[in-house]
């Protein structure tokens, strides 16, 4: 009766991730830990989580592939986020 199911238990302890943010990003919000620690369980939360307006990362990469705001993060995952960029 007392005990909490597996899964739910992992949910709840922090994983390391690795969040890289690239060319304009970097100077937006510098300072992050690299590794960070974070509960979050998608990208979008990991953003939430580290104040980073979901607008502002306009391509996603999580382990080398292209990846949206709902994608899951795991231990040990490497999530790049790349801003809008301009040209003419």
């Known amino acids: 009766m007392g005990s909490m199911p597996a899964a739910s238990f992992e949910a709840l302890q922090p994983m390391t991730v690795r969040l890289v943010l690239q060319a304009t990003l970097r100077q ?9 620690s974070t509960k979050a369980t998608s990208v979008g939360e990991l953003l939430d989580e580290q104040h980073i307006p979901r607008s502002e990362a306009a391509i996603v990469f ?25 040209g003419g």
């Open 28 to 36: 937006k919000f510098p300072g992050l830990p690299d590794p960070l």
């Open 62 to 86: 999580l382990n080398g592939r292209q990846a949206a705001m709902e994608s899951v993060i795991h231990e040990g995952d490497e999530i790049r986020l790349f801003p809008l960029l301009g």
